[in-house]
Each structure stands twice: as structure tokens, then as C-alpha cells.
């Protein structure tokens, strides 16, 4: 079977919707645990990602949590650390005290 190739806004629609995941910190570490967030070749694209860091495309962005982690996703250490399964769940605690009052604040 023969694929035809995504059109411009295909391409657009799937890597929003990627980027958008990455605001799951536990999407992350299933990432990081699948041993994806070590392939180069990922790393690489990635990289490529930050495009959505800048105007036009920031204003399609649903989710800011998405952007701030696509920059740590940059830092090796923040990779390797993502594996563990409580570091994730601090990052998730923290983000999810970031959006609500916690702690009684």
C-alpha cells in the first residue's frame, strides 16, 4: 500500500498535538522510560520543535506547560531525570500546584 504524503496542514495539526502531549509530565516519562527522549535522532527533532515558541504559532498553543517543557526537554539532565518514575511525579505535583492554590496558600 502506497502512503501519500501529509499535506502542510496535517504536518501542522500532528506536531501540535505532539508538543501539546509534552504538557503531561507522565507522557514524559513514558517518553523517557521507552528510551525515545535518548535517540539523537529525536533529540533532533525536538530541536526542531521550538519553532512553536515563537509568533505565529505560540497562539495556537492550548497548553503554556507544553512550551516550558519542550525547553527542558532541551537539557540532557532533565531527560535522564524524567525516567524516574518520582522525579516525574514531583514535576507533576509542581505543576499541578502551579495551576491550583496549594497548600493551603
Not at 528510551?35 to 505565529?56: M, N, S
Not at 539532565?77 to 524524567?82: C, E, I, L, N, P
Request: charged letters at 20%.
Amino acid at each position: 500500500m502506497e502512503h501519500s504524503p501529509i499535506t502542510e496542514k496535517e504536518r501542522f495539526e500532528l506536531e501540535l498535538e505532539l508538543l501539546e502531549s509534552f504538557a503531561n509530565p507522565m507522557y514524559i516519562h513514558y517518553l523517557a522510560q521507552s528510551g525515545l527522549l535518548d535517540d539523537p535522532a529525536f533529540q533532533r527533532y525536538l530541536h526542531y520543535l521550538q519553532y512553536w515558541q515563537r509568533k505565529p504559532y505560540v497562539y495556537y498553543v492550548e497548553f503554556p506547560h507544553a512550551l516550558a517543557f519542550l525547553k527542558l526537554l532541551q537539557v540532557e539532565s532533565f531527560r535522564q531525570a524524567m525516567k524516574r518514575q518520582e522525579f516525574a511525579l514531583m514535576v507533576y505535583q509542581q505543576q499541578v500546584c502551579s495551576e491550583i492554590t496549594c497548600n493551603g496558600k
